[in-house]
């Protein structure tokens, strides 16, 4: 799967840049990725509820909310409520991971749990068996057009074992730096589900740029 990320849309025209992913057959994206920050969490700021509420109007492709912000235990609820597919929090700022997944899933959304490049995935397996995704960061987050940290591979292997051997049941989704020279190796350690925010909207066309990634991940 491709999630295609607005992060790097012009966000005059985020309408339009959803549609240019929303067509039919290759070029559509199979989930469109929101960058929620609260430059609290990370150093960067960038959109919330209202906006992701005219998101979810202006698209029927499924939308994948990526809270990087504090104290999600309060806010993700309003974006599974609002409708969001998936709502990935971050495992270094939640509280009580295992009741947020609760109350995500209660809501009718997927819930996702995000861990940083340097977070070990072994100190949270316990949590991940209340989430239907991982969201394995292979930049530190906050910021788009950052360079694929590969070491962050080893954890998208563990992931890809432990749901192939049935002790996980996860989508195995990976953001930061995935594009045309990164995305075959992330793919073969295990991944399935794709973030990639300048490689498809920095591209002159975003649903090509789709296809070509999703194409190269099969290979
Ligand atoms: C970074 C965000 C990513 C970002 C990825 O904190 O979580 O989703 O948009 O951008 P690229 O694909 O350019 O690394
Ligand atoms: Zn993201």
Known sequence: MIAPSILSADFARLGDEI???????????????????????VPNLTLGLPVVKSLLKATDVPIDCHLMIENPDKWAIGYAEAGAY??????????????LAKNLRAAGAKAGLSIKPNTPLEDHLETLKHYDTLLVMSVEPGFGGQSFITDVLEKVRTARRLVDTGHLKLVVEIDG??????????????????VAGSAVYGAEDPGKAVAALREQAAR
């Open 19 to 41: 549609r240019a992913v929303a067509g039919e057959g290759e070029t559509r994206a199979d989930w469109v990725h929101v960058d929620v920050m609260d430059a609290h969490f």
């Open 86 to 99: 998936n709502v990935t929090v971050h495992v270094e700022a939640a509280h009580d991971p295992v009741a």
């Open 177 to 194: 730096g995935i594009n045309a020279d990164t995305i075959e190796q992330a793919a073969e350690a295990g991944v399935d589900c794709f």
